[in-house]
């Protein structure tokens, strides 16, 4: 089995995921945190993060019994150089070469889902509506045109970020699907590797 270390956040301990023989396990020094079968895996998705100066990644892997997730946290700066992103890259290069083995036409999903997607999704209507709803207060409370100026900055920002997250993660956008044979590509692309490093499976 191909064995590599990651930490899902700098505060946090080593994972070891374990790959092969037809299956991913996932150990927290002696403990199994989670053991799946790469045949039963139904779903994989992607997302990306960005929070100041850390990019924050994770795979979902769902089968029919649960979801579990590969988790890492990196620096804007000098990514492609971390250990993490390197170890993020190689669980990536051996997990599909694993999963196309059983499943040629895998594909994964990038984005939020579920949960987290109704989440963002309900926070971007009540910062739009709560926007809207200062913007209206502050026009009609006869400020003077220096402090109306002054106060709908804030209101704005809250308007748009509530306006983008309707946008992004409204319940009726279709799904970014690409080959799971692409994900690579795309982790190098938010990383800005720019030199194209061959991906090794070993």
Known sequence: MQEVRLRPAPARSERCYKIGRGRIVCHLADDILWDISLSQISDISFVSWKARDRLLWRIELTTPEQTVDISANLPTQGT???????????????????????????????GERGFAQKA???????????????????????????RLIAAATPMCLLLL???????????????????????????????????NRPQSGG
């Open 161 to 195: 970020f509530g306006v983008l997250l309707l946008r992004n993660y409204h319940p009726w956008r279709h799904p970014v699907v690409i080959p799971l044979s692409k994900l690579s590509e795309v982790l190098r692309a938010l990383a800005g590797d720019r030199q």
């Open 120 to 146: 963002l999704f309900a926070f971007g209507v009540l910062s739009t509506l709560a926007g809207t709803g200062l913007l209206i207060g502050a026009a009609v409370s006869g400020l003077s045109i220096s």
């Open 80 to 110: 492609v150089v971390s250990d993490d992103y390197l170890s993020f890259q190689k669980i990536v290069a051996v997990l599909t070469t694993a999963l196309l083995e059983h499943q040629s036409e895998m594909q994964i999903t990038l």
